[in-house]
């Protein structure tokens, strides 16, 4: 069995809403200290709608196909429906990702968290602290 689903292979050799969105409504940049992934999330929200969402990331192949995939599903979708995808469902869009790269997934959830977050703070829209646990410490990832 390989390693990599056909998801991840074609996500990562064919990322989907890679690039910079000038003048983003909300950026959101996550890293991983113990495998070195940087991620980084932009979106342009209309009427709490994501109308566009680009990505950056620096990281293996799962840290890209978790991006491109994440990205995917969260275009056209509301703030609210972005904050509640998780990494599970990230990687199971993917058909699956090896243990060891889960956390690449998990990045991906953290990075549209901290990107939503940066929009509700630049907006000065009120937001449930809870809603974003933990994203400044990255310490709790595992490489």
Not at 3 to 29: C, Q, W
Not at 34 to 59: A, H, P, Q, R, W
Request: overall charge negative; aromatic content about 6%.
């Amino acid at each position: 069995m390989a390693l990599y689903s056909e998801k991840v292979m074609d996500h990562f050799t064919n990322p989907r809403n890679v690039g910079v969105i000038e003048n983003a409504d909300g950026v959101g940049e996550v890293g991983n200290a113990t495998c070195g992934d940087i991620m980084k999330i932009y979106l342009k929200i209309n009427e709490d709608t994501i109308s566009d969402v680009k990505f950056e990331t620096f990281g293996c192949g799962s840290a890209i196909a978790s991006s491109s995939m994440a990205t995917e599903m969260i275009k056209g979708k509301s703030v609210e429906d972005a904050l509640m995808l998780t990494n599970k469902a990230v990687a199971e869009a993917l058909d699956g990702l090896p243990p060891h790269k889960m956390h690449c997934s998990v990045l991906a959830e953290e990075a549209i968290k901290e990107a939503v977050k940066d929009y509700y703070t630049k907006s000065g829209i009120a937001y449930d602290e809870a809603l974003f646990p933990d994203l400044s410490h990255e310490e709790h990832h595992g490489g």
